[in-house]
């Protein structure tokens, strides 16, 4: 299985993940901010503070999510 290498936040709520074999992905979070899960992602500054921490893309200690629910989310 693939690794998260890197992820660069997009404008409207878009992440760029890009794994350790050479492929990447955009997931466009917009569509999940209103869930209880994401709600704090709505803040602009607080999305772009995402950082990657194994196979998780992390906000603060408030939200998360694994490399397998993004690709899930991306269909692949």
Request: proline fraction near 3%; aromatic fraction near 12%; charge should be neutral.
């Amino acid at each position: 299985m693939s690794h998260i290498q890197r992820i660069c936040v997009k404008e409207n709520y878009r992440l760029e993940v890009f794994l350790d074999n050479g492929s990447s992905f955009i997931i466009n979070l917009s569509n999940r901010l209103k869930t209880i899960r994401f709600s704090p992602l709505a803040n602009p500054d607080f999305f772009k503070s995402a950082v990657h921490e194994g196979d998780f893309v992390r906000w603060g200690g408030q939200v998360e999510i694994s490399l397998g629910e993004l690709l899930e989310w991306a269909g692949k």
